[in-house]
């Protein structure tokens, strides 16, 4: 690798990509136009609304074979039609059992320089750049079948994704497209890097990205604004491939990655631009980095109405933004989307054993069968525990935020009807993390989902977020207990 980076650099050049004027179709001679009737061109602007208002999967099956980016392993990535409704969820096949994993902000685990999703001890890598075609492409639904650990990284760009989802073809689905409408600001910072959601006068996402490492020459500062529709994305986007400077790749080398990619497969800056290659676009690495931002916040599992405006933001940023827009939305529409879902306290109290000041749960928002839940706990400086853990600075006590987690969970697994009358009992708790301190005022919004359940006993993956942002995480067995065999 060192012998490869030390070539000689070639010039940058940008690959012209000036679009080519749509012609004008005509079937026959059509009749005058009467003053009633709209022009051609109102009627192509009203396909093209009523496409956005649709649900839209592929039409057949779309292949894409390569190594992925980081470990390098031979990978096929199948992506299949899915119904309406279904979302984007992908499978391992390459295991003993295969194993599902919805594209969800829910079920991203955090990765330097990618993103990668998790459920129990199974890991999808690199999933931004398929997200990104897909989202490019407006398609909702499709399940990815992969045969390893990591997607095909291709040549760092979405064009492989695109150019096999074109090739199959996309079809329009009989069911309604839901948008996340931004409506107010959404801000988060790290450091000095940002990305916000703003609200916006057009119907349609519009992504401002601000390029600048103040003390990096070889990548001067870039300022791209960008539009997002499936032509221009094809055209101006997802032709970006990924970058890194010299020294960035000859660590990943050192460390054992990325051994199969040379400088002409990706692109990797030195002094004099891209070693052994060049550049697509004058300023490839903004649109990369756009192409990544599209990707990242379709794990919101909808499309977004609104403007993007980020400034250095990186994968882990744009994840808190999807979490921070997830909180609006269940906000907004959570409690009425799922009203039916819903246990108020007096609910809860039929199904837990627990009475103040133990009782941790305010309220369910949601219930999916025996899978997954969300739930409630508004913290107060009324709490007991207040006023004895550390009460000149109250934080809330990690076992009690760990009892909160272990209270939903019961919850969830009691309303399976083969569990109902019996009791969740606490039986161990695994990789328990504690993130940021919770503090009175806070709203804790707690997920559970269950990884196995089977007989008496259960494992449940459990979050708590405030802000949008992980406050804690666990992983809970339990032991499910006849309600007269409780014990005290």
Not at 373 to 388: C, D, L, S, Y
Request: hydrophobic residues 40%.
């Amino acid at each position: 690798m060192t012998d490869v980076l030390e070539s000689n650099s070639k010039s940058a050049a940008r690959i012209s990509s000036a679009p080519t004027e749509p012609e004008a179709s005509r079937d026959g001679a059509p009749p005058p136009v009467k003053p009633a009737e709209r022009p051609a061109a109102a009627s192509a602007a009203e396909t093209l609304e009523d496409e956005a208002l649709h649900q839209h999967t592929l039409a057949g099956p779309a292949e894409v074979t390569g190594r992925g980016l980081f470990h390098g392993d031979l990978v096929t990535c199948t992506i299949l039609p899915a119904p309406p409704d279904h979302g984007i969820v992908f499978e391992r096949i390459d295991l003993p059992k295969p194993v599902e994993i919805p594209a969800t902000i829910a079920n991203v685990t955090p990765r330097n320089r990618r993103t990668t999703l998790k459920v129990g001890d199974v890991t999808i890598e690199t999933v931004e750049h398929c997200l990104s075609a897909l989202a490019g492409l407006a398609i909702d639904n499709a399940i990815i079948r992969l045969t390893g650990p990591e997607l095909p990284c291709g040549d760092g760009s979405a064009l492989p994704y695109v150019n096999a989802i074109q090739k199959a073809g996309i079809v329009r689905q009989d069911a309604q497209r839901r948008y996340c409408q931004i409506t107010e600001p959404i801000t988060v910072e790290e450091g000095d890097a940002l990305i916000a959601a703003l609200p916006a006068e057009r119907d349609d996402l519009q992504i401002l990205y601000d390029l600048n490492y103040p003390d990096e020459p070889r990548i001067p500062r870039q300022l791209h604004a960008f539009h997002l529709n499936s032509e221009s994305y094809v055209r101006d986007i997802a032709p970006a491939r990924t970058f890194s400077l010299k020294e960035e790749a000859q660590a990943l080398w050192d460390r054992g990655m990325c051994h199969h990619l040379t400088p002409r497969d990706v692109l990797v800056i030195d002094q004099n631009g891209p070693i052994d290659n060049a550049f697509r676009f004058d300023n490839e690495p903004v649109r990369h980095k756009i192409l990544d931002v599209i990707g990242d916040i379709y794990l919101l599992g909808r499309p977004i109405h609104g403007r993007i405006v980020a400034y250095r933001s990186g994968h882990s940023l744009n994840h808190q933004l999807v979490y921070r827009l997830l909180e609006k939305l269940r906000a907004e529409q959570g409690l009425q989307t799922h009203l039916q879902r819903q246990m108020d306290v007096r609910s809860i109290m039929k199904v837990l054993r627990h009475r103040y000041p133990m009782l941790m749960i305010d309220r369910v928002v949601e219930v999916h069968g025996d899978q997954r839940a969300i739930g409630i706990k508004n913290v107060t400086i009324n709490e007991p525990f207040f006023q004895g853990h550390y009460p000149g600075t109250p934080i809330m006590p990690g076992v009690m935020i760990v009892e909160a987690m272990a209270q939903l969970s019961g919850l969830l697994l009691s309303s399976v009807l083969e569990h109902r009358g019996k009791i969740a009992v606490l039986l161990s708790l695994d990789k328990v993390k504690l993130r940021r301190p919770v503090l009175p005022g806070d709203q804790m919004v707690i997920e559970a989902e269950t990884i196995r359940a089977q007989g008496r006993t259960a494992n449940v993956k459990c979050k708590a977020l405030v802000g949008g942002q992980l406050a804690a995480e666990a992983q809970i067995k339990f032991v499910m207990v006849d309600a007269e065999d409780e014990t005290d």
